[in-house]
């Protein structure tokens, strides 16, 4: 956190009495997908940081919050230099969860800088309005919503339809109406028509989500594929009698994490399953009209056992998944009869009755 422009967003103070020092027997430790690096205690380590002096009261209450939300805790410590400082330590649950990868501080910034900082502009908006506890609860999909506006900053080609840029787009107004696990937004806001006018000003709501990775797993030389079934508050919300849905392997993709990577982590998690090879099906928005949410579908090729069914999920993720192991021809059964209704599943058996024959000629 001492990237000045992230300093100086999350202490919300552009000038900080702020002088290099060095902390003894403390290591910055950081997972794979680890945005920010966790201080633990190591002997024998240094750590080159900042020492903030004659801080802002309200600095140091944002700088608490942020900190805390990250799951550390504020200890007193003795810097090289024999002062005495405060500093925060990941807890011990935080310790235990990384990687003891040293962090990588020369590249943090080229990897992380932009994501972070779109990120904490979100979790500094709750500073006075929530506590630490529940930035920390959080503070997952704050950091996926951030990771999926850098993907959907590629684009996608525009030959057919309109390549008028978002900027064309005239914000009045926006709103946050519900700040919990995922958000709903309120725009006011004004748009180009295609007769050239601008429209008058219009009221929308959209339902802010992250991205999601989703496989439909598929074995070659048996020509079988898996499923899993699982509840779906969807279904339960909307008044479906049987609120469990057949549908992909399927997941969100963590903050830094390819699309790819995060299909084949959900395989593993939820299935047990180590793919082969990942052949991109689509990437697509699940409902435009309402949500940011974005799909990237693949076909998952791998070795499958016999037909039958099995259990997946990560119990402290509370999943409750049953796998089903079928053929093709009853997944084709499934299809025509309605059972498979979930959408990317559809497109995925679709997509797989085109491509079938050259996927087991190449087997």
């Not at 100086?8 to 552009?14: D, R, S």
Request: aromatic residues 8%; contains cysteine; proline residues 6%.
């Amino acid at each position: 956190m001492t990237w000045a422009p992230l300093l100086t967003e999350i202490t919300g103070c552009a000038e900080l009495d702020a002088v290099p020092a060095t902390l003894a027997d403390h290591a910055l430790s950081a997972a794979e997908f680890n945005c920010f690096p966790a201080l633990v205690a190591e002997k024998g380590t240094r750590t080159e940081g900042l020492l903030l002096r004659s801080a802002p009261q309200s600095a140091a209450d944002r700088l608490a919050f942020f900190a805390e939300g990250q799951g550390l805790e504020a200890r007193p410590v003795t810097l090289a230099d024999g002062s005495a400082g405060l500093a925060f330590v990941a807890s011990e649950t935080e310790a235990s969860q990384t990687d003891d990868m040293p962090w990588p501080a020369a590249s943090w910034e080229a990897r992380w800088g932009a994501l972070a900082l779109d990120a904490c502009a979100e979790a500094m908006c709750y500073f006075g309005r929530i506590d630490a506890a529940g930035l920390a609860w959080r503070m997952p999909m704050i950091l996926s919503r951030a990771g999926s506006r850098q993907l959907a900053a590629a684009g996608a080609p525009a030959t057919l339809r309109s390549a008028t840029p978002a900027s064309e787009v005239t914000c009045l107004a926006r709103h946050t109406s519900h700040e919990g696990y995922f958000l709903t937004r309120e725009y006011t806001l004004r748009y180009p028509g295609f007769d050239g006018s601008m429209s008058p000003p219009l009221r929308r709501e959209v339902f802010v989500a992250a991205d999601a990775a989703l496989v439909l797993p598929y074995d070659p030389r048996t020509d079988r594929l898996l499923l899993v079934e699982q509840f779906r508050m969807g279904l339960y919300a909307r008044g479906d009698p049987r609120p469990w849905m057949l549908e992909p392997v399927a997941g969100r993709i963590d903050a830094g994490e390819t699309p790819e990577a995060a299909a084949r982590r959900e395989c593993e998690e939820e299935a047990g399953l180590a793919l082969d090879r990942l052949e991109l099906i689509a990437g697509h928005y699940c409902s435009p009209g309402c949500s940011t949410e974005y799909f990237y579908l693949y076909l998952g090729l791998c070795d499958l056992p016999e037909e039958g069914e099995g259990r997946g999920g990560l119990e402290c993720e509370n999943e409750d998944i049953r796998t089903h192991v079928i053929s093709f021809e009853r997944a084709m059964e499934l299809l025509n009869s309605g059972e498979a209704e979930n959408g990317p599943l559809v497109l995925s058996l679709v997509w797989l009755s085109r491509e079938r024959e050259r996927l087991r000629g190449s087997a």
